[in-house]
Structure formats: structure tokens, C-alpha cells
């Protein structure tokens, strides 16, 4: 620490920090537009020019490290005239359009302009012109002209985003924020460059002209839509919410937000959106029923299914889009009518994955430790597209010095330095895990698992256990692919005995923004009862379904509708029409989490809650409204619950901490059977992944959501005896679809990567399938 004294008060600051950090600290406000707390120093804008003791002129407080007895002056003559000169010059082609401007009220360089700015321009010229971006469908570049070249968009692109999609091209006053070669912008963090614009140049396009700042409310909320559960602030104008921001909150998002985030609010104003109960009709038409209507008759229904077939006929399917409060009374109401069928886990496969966990399965770990791991194992996740801001996360420990490997079965770039990699068929995935399990074994003098006798070691997976080996926090982590599959109890059982050998953490990556507070309220199957996928294998006859869209959802989305169908009964609780009506025969309008209380608990355990943002559109209600109401017409016990914080104490009681477990109890194995033909490697897109998020129009038209493609490696193309661009008819046990064909060397050999959550896919059913491929 040294001392310093800035505008005669003294502070101690860290050797080698900035003197605009060191005023930060004291509340001294130093101008600025450049500078920003989490991207590189570049000291181009020199607005923050300051009067330093013995220098022979201003500096720049962003770039001028504190050294011992410093004296600053922020607000001297000479400092203050600094800074007004630089103002002139950054007003000297900037339009004068501040009315029409969407950054209008919100404007750094407004706010400067008038503390440092003249009342009149000296510059009499030409102004430049600048011609507006193409930057995607989510960044509007129409005001490239007012753009003051602070280049914070193109650090953050190298040193959050990780790729350099902008670039300033030309010097001098011809300089210019462009893209490269007329590429759109296609970063997951892409929306961030907004908020970072300190003028109005990088706008929101699906905001642009809607509303002014001063017009909006400002509430808090949490995002849905991942395990990192990313703070909010939704800005809302008569009772809509018009735009996404983050909430700066350190341990979480610190202050970025996915593009998923911040633009998926487009997604819940649809022309689909559910806003009255509707009852279908014997002639199957729908039609409109009031609240009191709509639930006697689920009721009635219900009652009679129970005394005709018993209650193992109800299961109750829920989503990770939905609260804590509203799983745990789904869960509550389902018991109570003598139910242990309630499963919130729709992509899970494997149906003995329960009986492997000991716990509610997390990270292992706070989130804000990724930034500090030195070897880290992710395994069988698209890393990027699952989890950005956790990705983002390691993306800064590797420039750290960590080493990140992957095994995996589609070698997706997460735009930091890989240090090894095994990409394997989805049935080798366990052996690979044996092989470096053995491998660290051997580098650590230890014993390998008798489970394991017999693996043959790669050399990839050698060069991975040789850094596990030397790590001092190292941590595997399973990724979305790897719970999802069909052996989600092996690969876990085999990552939990990778981890034990390295002496590292084990932590799952998990699905969904309330996959923790799932397990939690107690919304999966107990004493025997049936898992999600067990509910769809085998029609039951009554079904309640919660937030999902079985058709996107499920692990198998035809033979989920086909069983809603089949059942004699199938009530949705749903915000959009579309979700539910081709297999529905009650629709109820729930809320989405911007209308509604409720908790969500990200993948570190922590428990988040919020207030809802707007009020209800149209008849819509709260979920754990509806639900708790339910138990009332059912004339249940324990649904008196007067708020959603009632609901939400009674599943935290006593803490989360000690309900969070990673031990594995199934047993390390290797697995011996591979299937025959080609393997299906499923990714579900970023911009797929639930009901809210693929309504959004903006989202859609990114090249993320483009229709999917049956991508695979040259080898896997010649040995079919196809070329990219082909087109294919790809058949599997549930079905056949026709796509093109696309080389994809990332592919693991023998494997044909195909989207989940898209119209065009969802006839090939499971997952994880065996495949046929010809020409079409």
C-alpha cells in the first residue's frame, strides 16, 4: 500500500493501481468514458486528465499508477481546463441531435457535456459522417456517428467476449468502430457492448424508439434461463417490460448479462400469450372459462381418475423455469392426492440417476471461485452456449494461467486456450473419464479403481492427468450433455472417481435456472415413484404439467405429446397457447417470472428471490397462486399460504448448505457396449433453450437459432460417401427427418450432430439415438 493524497484527503491505495481507483475508493469522481472497472487501461478519451504534483502537465488518471506521497488535484484551474479541452475536441463532430437520440437521459457524454462542455461550438466545418453497422439483429449502429472511439466494445469483445468481432479501422478523425469484413456480431455477450457505449452508438435494436429512460420504472429481478442465475434490473413502461439490464452483483454476474438475458423479455408479449383460462370443448374446440370454471372441472376430473384407476395414475411434470415455491407446491398438491409422481427434470434420461445422488446435486463450489481454479475437467457440455457467464468466468482464469480441459463429443471452441481434449461417441464418454482416472492414478502413485482394470490409456488422456496430477485447486465438473444422457448415474460415478484420484472438486454444471431449487422442494419422485421420463414412456391418465413445453422440453418430445394425448386427462399451466393446445384439455395462464414472486437457486446454492416486475397480463395468475388454490378446491390440507415468502421459508428451513451433496453412491464402471450405427450428438441451442426464450423474435433471427444442420466430420462424410451441403434423410427408431448436410471436423468420428428444440428435428425423438444417414 502506499500513500496518496488526492484534493487534500489522504488515502492509502495498492501499489500499482490507478490513481481514477484510488479516488473511486475516497468517492472523488473523476470524468471519464474509456475507462472501465473490469476491461484494460487504454487511455485514448482523456477526459479523466488530472493535476498531478511535479508533473509538467495533466495526466491521465486511468493510466497513472499511485506512487508513494502522490499528490492529485482533480478539480484545479489546470485540471479542470484539461478536461474542458478534451470535451471541445470530443464535441467537435459529434451531432447535435441529443432529442432524437435513443441514449438521450442516459448519456455519458451528455452528463459531461454540460459540467465541462461550452454553450456554444467554435467549430464551424463539416461534421463526419459515419454509416451505420451491420452488427446483427440484437445491436442497432444507425448513430455510428456519434461514436467518441473509447474502444471499450472492442476490449470487451477480446477480454470478456473472447473473440475480437469488432475493430476500429482508419486513423485520425477517418477512424471507424466497425466489424470485420461485414461479419455480424454473433457473441452469447454481444448486448454488453450497449451498455458499455458511453454515447449513443451501439444501441438495442429490439428496444430502439420504444421508450425514454425517464419513462421507466427500474425493478429487480433474476434471470431463468441458466444455473448462474444473473441478476436483472427489467425496466418497465405500463406494466411491460421494455429492456434487460444487469444488476452489478459480483459473485454472480459481476456486471454482464448474456444476450439470452437481456433480450428475451421480446419472448413474452407473443401474439400466442395465454391470458384466459380455456377448457377444451367435446367437439375439441376451445373456448374461454372463468378461473372458478376452469379449476371445478380440473378438480372433478381429478377426483374421478383417483377413484376409477387410483393416484399412481397422476404425475405432476414441472420445468426448471419454474420457482422454488411453485415446485414445492406442485410437489405438495401431487402427494396430497396420494401421488409420488412429480419429476421437473424433462431432459433426463436415465431413470437411476436418483438412486446415484445423495444430495441435490451443484456446483461443488461458489460461482465466483471459477476465476481462481488452475485445472478444470468440463465434461460432456457445449460450455459457451450452456453456460456463458461461467464460461466467461474460466475464460479469465485461463489467462490466469489455469488449464481447462474438455471431454466432450463436439469440440466446440469456448474462445479461451484449451489445454487438452478427448472428443469421443457419447457411449465412450465413461471409458474416456476411466482412462484419465487411471492416468492421474498412475501420475499420482496411486491405485487405480479395480473398476477400471483393463483400460487402455490414450495419450491425450496422459497429457491431461499429468496437469491434474500437479493442480492445487483443481475441479471436474459435468456438463448439461453428460446429466441428460442415458448413463448420466455411469458418467457421474466415473467423474466423481476422476475427481477423488486428482484430489479435485466435483460439482455439476446444472440445467435450467432452478435446477438446485428443484431437488430442494422436493419436486422429484420418491418411495417409488415415476421420473419424468418414466411418465411419458407409459401414459398415465392425468397429468399436470407446469411451465414445460413437452414437445421442446422433453428428452423425447413426440413420445411426450403422444402420451399427453394418450392420458385420459392433461391440464397445463402455461403462459403460451402454442405450448399446450394440440395435447392439453385444460389450459390455465400462469405467470412467467417477470408477473409473478418467487426464488430461484442458482447452481452455487444460492437462494435469489424476487418481486414480480409487472402486473399479470390480461387474466393471467401467479403459479404458486393457482396451485395453492387447487389444494383449497381439492380441500387439501396445508395449502393456506398467504405469500409466496410463506411457501418459500418452508423449503429452506434450515438452510440449503447441508442438503447440498456431489457424492456419488453408484459405483466407477466401464462400459462395454457401443451401438452399432452412428451415434446422434444433441446440443439444444442457446438461443432454444425454454418456452420464453424461443418466443423471442430477436433471439431468432441470430445465427445461433439457425435451422438446424446434420453436421459431421470429413471422415464421417466420406465414409457415407457425402460432401457438405448434401442433402440427408436421417432416420432413427422414433422417426425420420430430411436435412443438409454440413462438414463439421469439431464432431467426434461416427457421430452426426443434430439441435434439439427445433419443428424440423423433433421427429428423431431421443437424444442420444442410433442413426441411419443416406442420401436423400
Not at 470530443?90 to 457535456?113: K, R, S, T, Y
Not at 393416484?311 to 407446491?329: C, D, F, K, N, R
Not at 478444470?376 to 456463458?388: A, C, E
Not at 430477436?698 to 448434401?726: C, Y
Amino acid at each position: 500500500m502506499v500513500e496518496i493524497t488526492i484534493d487534500g484527503i489522504k488515502t492509502e491505495a495498492p501499489e500499482g493501481s490507478m490513481v481514477i481507483q484510488a479516488a473511486h475508493k475516497l468517492g472523488v469522481y473523476i470524468p471519464h468514458f474509456c475507462y472501465h472497472k473490469k476491461l484494460s487501461v487504454a487511455a485514448n478519451c482523456r477526459m479523466c486528465l488530472v493535476d498531478v504534483e511535479k508533473a509538467p502537465k495533466a495526466l491521465p488518471a486511468c493510466a497513472t499508477p499511485v506512487t508513494n506521497g502522490m499528490v492529485v488535484h482533480t478539480r484545479s484551474e489546470k485540471a479542470v481546463a484539461a478536461q474542458n479541452s478534451v470535451m471541445e475536441f470530443l464535441l467537435i463532430n459529434h451531432p447535435l441531435d441529443c432529442p432524437v437520440c435513443d441514449q438521450g437521459g442516459e448519456c455519458q457524454l451528455q452528463d459531461l457535456a454540460v459540467g465541462y462542455g461550452k454553450s456554444a461550438s467554435r467549430y464551424q466545418e463539416t461534421k463526419r459522417v459515419v454509416a451505420p453497422k451491420n452488427m446483427g439483429p440484437l445491436i442497432s449502429t444507425e448513430g455510428m456517428q456519434r461514436c467518441i472511439h473509447c474502444t471499450r466494445c472492442v476490449r470487451f469483445g477480446q477480454e470478456i467476449g473472447g473473440i475480437m468481432e469488432i475493430g476500429m479501422v482508419n486513423r485520425g478523425e477517418f477512424s471507424e468502430i466497425t466489424t470485420f469484413i461485414g461479419k455480424s456480431v454473433e457473441s452469447e455477450l454481444s448486448g454488453n457492448v450497449i451498455d458499455l457505449c458511453p454515447v449513443g452508438a451501439l444501441l438495442s435494436r429490439p428496444y430502439k424508439m420504444s421508450a425514454r429512460p425517464w419513462e421507466l420504472a427500474r425493478r429487480r429481478t433474476i434471470s431463468p434461463h441458466d444455473s448462474l442465475g444473473a441478476n436483472l434490473i427489467a425496466q418497465v413502461k405500463l406494466d411491460r417490460v421494455k429492456r434487460v439490464v444487469p444488476f452489478d452483483n459480483e459473485d454472480v454476474n459481476e456486471c454482464w448479462i448474456s444476450d439470452r438475458d437481456r433480450f428475451s423479455y421480446d419472448g413474452l408479449y407473443t401474439e400466442d400469450r395465454l391470458t384466459h383460462p380455456m377448457i377444451r370443448g367435446e367437439d375439441g374446440q376451445w373456448r374461454e372459462a372463468s378461473w372458478s370454471d376452469a379449476l371445478q372441472i380440473v378438480v372433478q376430473t381429478i377426483n374421478m381418475i383417483r377413484e376409477e384407476f387410483g393416484a399412481e395414475q397422476i404425475g405432476a411434470l414441472g420445468s426448471p423455469l419454474a420457482t422454488v415455491e411453485e415446485l414445492s407446491l406442485l410437489a405438495r398438491l401431487t402427494r396430497a392426492l396420494g401421488s409420488e409422481n412429480v419429476d421437473f427434470r424433462l431432459r433426463q434420461a436415465d431413470a437411476t440417476f436418483d438412486q446415484a445422488l445423495n444430495g441435490a446435486p451443484w456446483l461443488g463450489m461458489p460461482v465466483a471461485d471459477l476465476n481462481h481454479v488452475d485445472r478444470v475437467v468440463v465434461v460432456g457440455s457445449f460450455l459457451r452456449k450452456d453456460h456463458p457467464l461461467m464460461a466467461q468466468r474460466l475464460r479469465q482464469a485461463a489467462k490466469r494461467g489455469a488449464q481447462i480441459f474438455f471431454i466432450d463429443s463436439a469440440a466446440d471452441d469456448p474462445l479461451f486456450p484449451v489445454a487438452g481434449r478427448i472428443t469421443v461417441a457419447p457411449s465412450a464418454l465413461p471409458n474416456a473419464l476411466a482412462e484419465v482416472a487411471v492416468a492421474v492414478a498412475e501420475a499420482r502413485g496411486q491405485a487405480a479403481s479395480q473398476a477400471f482394470a483393463g483400460v487402455q490409456v490414450s495419450d491425450a488422456a496422459r497429457s491431461i492427468a499429468a496437469s491434474l496430477a500437479t493442480g492445487e485447486r483443481s475441479v471436474v465438473l459435468m456438463g448439461n450433455m453428460a446429466v441428460s444422457s442415458a448413463q448420466a448415474s455411469l458418467l457421474a460415478a466415473n467423474g466423481a472417481e476422476l475427481a477423488r484420484a486428482a484430489g479435485a472438486k466435483f460439482g455439476f454444471l446444472t440445467d435450467g435456472g432452478n435446477t438446485v431449487g428443484g431437488y430442494l422442494a422436493g419436486a422429484t419422485p420418491r418411495n417409488g415413484g415415476r421420473t419424468a421420463a418414466q411418465m411419458l414412456a407409459e401414459p398415465l391418465k392425468a397429468y399436470l404439467v407446469l411451465h414445460a413445453e413437452p414437445s421442446m422440453d422433453s428428452a423425447n418430445g413426440p413420445q411426450a405429446v403422444q402420451a399427453l394425448k394418450a392420458s385420459g386427462f392433461a391440464v397445463a399451466l402455461t403462459a403460451y397457447r402454442s405450448a399446450a393446445e394440440d395435447w392439453a384439455d385444460v389450459m390455465l395462464p400462469v405467470a412467467p417470472f417477470t408477473e409473478t414472486s418467487g426464488t430461484f437457486v442458482n447452481a452455487e446454492g444460492r437462494a435469489q428471490s424476487f418481486k414480480a416486475a409487472t402486473a399479470p397480463l390480461g387474466d393471467t395468475r401467479p403459479a404458486w397462486k393457482v396451485l395453492r388454490v387447487l389444494g383449497n378446491f381439492f380441500e387439501l390440507q396445508g395449502f393456506d399460504d398467504e405469500s409466496s415468502e410463506t411457501v418459500r421459508d418452508a423449503v429452506i428451513a434450515g438452510g440449503i448448505e447441508g442438503r447440498l451433496s456431489n457424492e456419488i453412491k453408484a459405483a466407477p464402471a466401464l462400459c462395454a457396449a457401443r451401438p452399432q450405427g452412428l451415434e446422434r450428438v444433441t446440443d439444444v441451442p442457446i438461443y432454444r433453450t425454454d418456452p420464453i426464450v424461443r418466443r423471442s423474435q430477436p433471439l431468432q433471427e441470430t445465427i445461433a437459432s439457425q435451422s438446424p444442420r446434420a453436421r459431421m466430420s470429413a471422415a464421417t462424410l466420406q465414409q457415407l460417401g457425402l460432401e457438405s451441403g448434401d442433402a440427408v434423410r436421417i432416420t432413427s427408431a422414433h422417426g425420420q427427418v430430411s436435412l443438409p448436410a454440413q462438414l463439421d471436423d469439431t464432431v467426434a468420428a461416427g457421430c452426426v450432430r443434430i439441435a434439439a428444440a427445433f419443428p424440423e428435428t423433433l421427429a428423431l425423438g431421443a437424444a442420444e439415438a442410433e442413426l441411419t444417414v443416406e442420401r436423400a
